[in-house]
Structure formats: structure tokens, C-alpha cells
């Protein structure tokens, strides 16, 4: 008699076994592929620097990112959600640190961190919240609480393929905060890529239509 196992349950052993796996093979570098370290030195020191690039703060109080997304964060990216990765979530996460720091440095309160709320199917199907991870990781660099107070109001499409106009349309309306959550005063809202930034300001209108007084973003990359 044959076993056939439904992709479902594939994905969901994959995804319970995904630790053990991270522990038993050796880590390889999330940008050259080199083994050694989930981010080997020489990445580190090409890829991520010591001061964060100020971005358009569109809809919010200041936004920076490490870099632009072509290259070696693009790369490192890449790996962490598609390549099934999620420890590369703590190195970048705990490389956002001066990020935060100049972000919120004029904030009025301490800043809570919270990521951009991913859409459900992506992280079913990868096992894991990017960024949540990225978030959780720099709280623990920076001492700064992290609260995942955003949720999607409907499942979208993957933005990257969309036309500017049709993101527009695509993130009208499309976060709100979580029912029950108890609201900061300030926030850092936590994401991998930034494009147009519109996504980081659908999540800065949801967060001030529910309170928040002051909202500023940080993210990984940029793209150009
Ligand atoms: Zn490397």
C-alpha cells in the first residue's frame, strides 16, 4: 500500500522539523552562501552598516532603512522568506538596532516595536512571520517591547507584482489594529522591504485611527 502525504501536512512537518534542521546542518551564509554563519563577516561588513539611511517618512515621524534592497540585503532577504531561513531574522532584526535608535530618538515616549502584519497564506505556507521574527529580534537588540497590534482586514496579493496605482488601491483600508490590544503611545513599525511606502503608511492611518500619537518606520531595505 502507498502513502501519499498531502502538501499540507509536508509543510506543516517541514515547518515543525525547520529547528532541528537549523541545528543539525551547518548554517550557511544568507548572502555568499559560505559556510560558517548565518552572515559571515565579510557580508556583515559589505552589507550591513553602522549608520542607518534616512527614507521619505511618508504618513510618519521619520523612517530609515540599512540599505537598498539590490544587493547583499536583497539577497539576505530572499533567503530568509523564500529560501526557508527564518534565523537570518535574528541577524537582520538585531542589525536594525541603530536604525531604531535614530528613528526614535525624538520620540516623546519608548517607542513599542511592531511589525507589518504579513498576510495569513504567506505565512502559512512559509511556517513563519518574517517579520514578527525581524521585530522579536530587534526588541531583544534594542530593550524595546515588541506588540504585534496590527491584523489585515482581507488577504491581498503579492504587492511586488503590482503596478503603483493598483498597490494604492490594494492597501486602501487593508490593516486595522487587533481587537482588545492595549495601544502605546509610540511606535516603530518593523518591515523587510520598503517600496513606494505605502504600505508602512496604511499601517501608520490604521495605528492613529485607533490613537497611537506618533508612528515612525524602519525596514530592512529600500528599494529604489
Ligand atoms: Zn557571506
Same mark, same amino acid.
Given at each position: 500500500?502507498?502513502?501519499?502525504? &498531502?502538501?499540507?501536512?509536508?509543510?506543516?512537518?517541514?515547518?515543525?522539523?525547520?529547528? *532541528?534542521?537549523?541545528?543539525?546542518?551547518?548554517?550557511?551564509?544568507?548572502?555568499?552562501?559560505?559556510?560558517?554563519?548565518?552572515?559571515?563577516?565579510?557580508?556583515?561588513?559589505?552589507?550591513?552598516?553602522?549608520?542607518?539611511?534616512?527614507? #521619505?517618512?511618508?504618513?510618519?515621524? +521619520? !523612517?530609515? @532603512?540599512?540599505?537598498?534592497? $539590490?544587493?547583499?540585503?536583497?539577497?539576505?532577504?530572499?533567503?530568509?522568506?523564500?529560501?526557508?531561513?527564518?534565523?537570518?531574522?535574528?541577524?537582520?532584526?538585531?542589525?536594525?538596532?541603530?536604525?531604531?535608535?535614530? *528613528?526614535?530618538?525624538?520620540?516623546?515616549?519608548?517607542?513599542?516595536?511592531? #511589525?507589518?502584519?504579513?498576510?495569513?497564506?504567506?505565512? =502559512?505556507?512559509?511556517?513563519?512571520? =518574517? @517579520?514578527?521574527?525581524? +521585530?522579536?529580534? @530587534?526588541?531583544?537588540?534594542?530593550? !524595546?517591547?515588541?506588540?504585534?497590534?496590527? *491584523?489585515?482586514?482581507?488577504?491581498?496579493?503579492?504587492? =511586488?507584482?503590482?503596478?503603483?496605482?493598483?498597490?494604492?488601491?490594494?492597501?486602501?483600508?487593508?490593516? +486595522?489594529?487587533?481587537?482588545?490590544?492595549?495601544?502605546? !503611545?509610540? *511606535?516603530?513599525?518593523?518591515?523587510?522591504?520598503?517600496? &513606494?511606502?505605502?504600505?508602512?503608511?496604511? @499601517? !501608520?492611518?490604521?495605528?492613529?485611527? &485607533?490613537?497611537?500619537?506618533?508612528?515612525?518606520?524602519? &525596514?530592512? +531595505?529600500? $528599494?529604489?
Amino acid at each position: 500500500m502507498m502513502w501519499t502525504i &498531502s502538501p499540507n501536512v509536508q509543510r506543516l512537518v517541514l515547518s515543525a522539523l525547520a529547528p *532541528v534542521i537549523e541545528l543539525l546542518a551547518p548554517p550557511r551564509c544568507g548572502i555568499c552562501d559560505c559556510e560558517g554563519a548565518l552572515l559571515c563577516q565579510a557580508c556583515r561588513a559589505l552589507w550591513i552598516p553602522t549608520r542607518p539611511e534616512p527614507v #521619505p517618512a511618508t504618513g510618519l515621524r +521619520a !523612517a530609515a @532603512a540599512l540599505g537598498p534592497y $539590490e544587493g547583499g540585503l536583497g539577497t539576505a532577504i530572499r533567503t530568509l522568506k523564500y529560501g526557508g531561513v527564518p534565523g537570518l531574522a535574528r541577524e537582520l532584526g538585531a542589525a536594525l538596532r541603530p536604525a531604531i535608535a535614530h *528613528v526614535a530618538r525624538n520620540a516623546p515616549f519608548q517607542a513599542t516595536l511592531v #511589525p507589518i502584519p504579513t498576510d495569513q497564506s504567506r505565512v =502559512h505556507e512559509r511556517g513563519f512571520d =518574517h @517579520a514578527l521574527l525581524i +521585530a522579536e529580534a @530587534a526588541g531583544l537588540a534594542c530593550g !524595546a517591547p515588541v506588540a504585534q497590534l496590527l *491584523v489585515r482586514t482581507r488577504p491581498t496579493p503579492p504587492l =511586488h507584482t503590482a503596478h503603483r496605482d493598483e498597490r494604492a488601491a490594494i492597501l486602501d483600508g487593508v490593516m +486595522a489594529t487587533a481587537e482588545a490590544a492595549t495601544l502605546p !503611545a509610540a *511606535v516603530v513599525l518593523i518591515d523587510d522591504v520598503r517600496t &513606494s511606502g505605502a504600505t508602512m503608511r496604511e @499601517a !501608520a492611518r490604521a495605528l492613529h485611527a &485607533s490613537g497611537v500619537q506618533w508612528v515612525a518606520g524602519v &525596514s530592512v +531595505a529600500y $528599494e529604489r
